[in-house]
């Protein structure tokens, strides 16, 4: 009897698991606006000038330690308190020693610009005999100056050859030489070492004004009133302010600012951020305005 032979079973081939395609690595999230970048790259630079400081001056102090064989300070902190009275000042009239609230067209990022205009033309009015006699700076002229860069930085070195007033920039048949017309003043960032509002209050004191960069965010264009600024919603860029003050009420321990968004923003055009705020971190980038060189005859 013959044996059937069985026919080979068909081999069933498993299909492979479908390959999954490898993850995407997440694109580290840019801020949408410049300004914010710029603020960031100031401040960290700001922050290791600050650092390189304090090593140094530790060097320094534990040098002389070991000369004089004295116990080298704990901290080497200054023994300075904080001021407990404020800084505003006032004409006799009771108005505020500053130029006149400039206002920034709604297109125009020259923050910047602006604010330094803001404090060369506060400084002249403190030296002024009338409110008259007042000048009104180009802040196109001091963004050419910087190299057209909206940064404090660049700004500082390019206003070291003068300002012009905004009769003669562009120049104008009202501007009949522009040296008459160039004001001048020193710009310098200010790396405070220990505390920085201690060093800030100090050199508004000694008739300094402050140009200082600082995060901005949804509800900061729209501000009014006489209160101090908080900010809420979402951080949207950065913009550049004008401290010429501060106040110490217990209701208000703050700067004083004055903004380039005309009169009816803030409080006629000011506002008060208050002391180490986290979110405006007003005591980061900070540069210092004084040393007023009029026109010449």
Known sequence: MAVKKQAPKKQVLKKPPPKTPPRKKAAPTKPKHLAIEVFREEARLADLARARARILRGTVAAADATRTNARRPRAMARAV????????????????????????????????????????????????????????????????????QESLSPTALGVAGGVLEDACFPRTTACDDPEKHRWRAGMQRLDAIDDPVIEMCAALRNGALLVISVPIFDNFADFTGPTVFKPSGREIGAHALCIVGYSVDPAAVAWIVQNSYGPTWGDNGYARIAWEDKHMQAERVVYTVQGLVPPGP
């Open 81 to 148: 308190s904080r001021p407990t009275t404020g800084f505003d000042p006032l004409d006799a009239a009771g108005n505020r020693l500053t130029g006149a609230v400039r206002t920034q067209p709604a297109r125009d990022r020259l923050c910047v610009a602006n604010a330094t205009a803001t404090a060369i033309e506060a400084l002249a009015s403190r030296t002024a005999d009338s409110v008259d006699n007042l000048p009104t700076l180009s802040a196109r002229h001091i963004f050419d100056l910087s190299g057209k």
